[in-house]
C-alpha cells in the first residue's frame, strides 16, 4: 500500500481483489486456451456455438461437456499461476502485510492504517488463485478462506455471487466492503452486489 493507499482502503472492513491483471500477471496464452476448448467440442463431435472462450465455457453445461471444458481450461491457468509475474499492487499489499506483522497497526488510521482483511474473487478458476498466492508470497496478506475464483461457487462474475461470498467469508456487508479490480466485468459485479468499486490503475496512480 501506498502511503494514500492506506487511509483510503482503512475505511472498509473488507477488500476484495480481482487476481488477474490486478495483483498478478497470468502467463497464460489465451488463443491456445480457447483452441484447448474448441478440441474438446471437436473431441465431442459438437460444433461449437462460438469461439469465444468464455462463451464456450457458458454453453458446455447444455453440451454435457463442463467439467472436460474447465478442466481444459484451469490446466491452462494453474500452469500459468506458477509462472505469472507479480503487480505492483500486490507488492504493496504484501509489504503492508509484512509491516503490520512486524510492528503492529498504528491506532490514528494514518499512512501506517491497518490494511482490512483482504480476499480475492477471479473469473480464474479457485486452484490458480491459491497457486498465485502462494507463489508470490502473498498468504498472509489475503484470508485463505476468502479466495474465490469461478469454480467455488454456483456462477462467477459478473453475476455478483463469488464477490459477495468472498466478502462473506470475510465477515463484513456488502456496503461496507471494497472490490478492486482492472475489467468491465469487475466493475459490473460489484454494481450488481451493491459493493463499492476501485479500478486498480487509480489505486496505483495515488
Not at 65 to 93: K, Q
Not at 129 to 148: K, N, Q, S
Not at 175 to 186: N, Q, W
Amino acid at each position: 500500500m501506498s502511503d494514500g493507499d492506506a487511509p483510503r482502503l482503512a475505511a472498509y472492513d473488507a477488500v476484495v481483489y480481482d487476481l488477474d491483471g490486478t495483483l498478478v500477471e497470468l502467463a497464460v496464452d489465451w488463443d491456445a486456451v480457447a483452441d484447448a476448448v474448441l478440441d474438446v467440442y471437436a473431441a465431442h463431435a459438437l460444433i461449437p456455438p462460438t469461439e469465444d472462450l468464455w462463451g464456450l465455457l457458458g454453453a458446455a453445461d447444455d453440451y454435457g461437456i463442463r467439467a472436460e471444458v474447465e478442466e481444459a481450461i484451469a490446466g491452462h491457468e494453474r500452469h500459468g499461476a506458477r509462472d505469472s509475474t507479480r503487480l505492483p499492487l500486490a507488492d504493496r499489499l504484501a509489504a503492508g502485510s509484512e509491516a503490520h506483522s512486524a510492528d503492529g497497526p498504528a491506532a490514528d488510521g494514518g499512512r501506517d492504517a491497518p490494511h482490512p482483511p483482504a480476499g480475492v474473487c477471479s473469473l480464474n478458476c479457485e486452484d490458480a488463485c491459491r497457486i498465485a498466492t502462494e507463489t508470490h508470497g502473498l498468504d498472509d496478506a489475503i484470508v485463505a478462506d476468502a479466495i474465490v475464483g469461478r469454480d467455488s461457487v454456483g456462477s462467477h462474475k459478473p453475476d455478483p455471487e463469488s464477490l459477495l461470498a468472498a466478502i462473506d467469508r470475510l465477515g463484513a456487508a456488502p456496503e461496507d466492503a471494497l472490490f478492486v479490480g482492472d475489467s468491465r466485468t469487475d466493475a459490473v459485479a460489484a454494481e450488481r452486489g451493491g459493493v463499492d468499486f476501485a479500478w486498480v490503475a487509480d489505486l496505483i496512480a495515488e
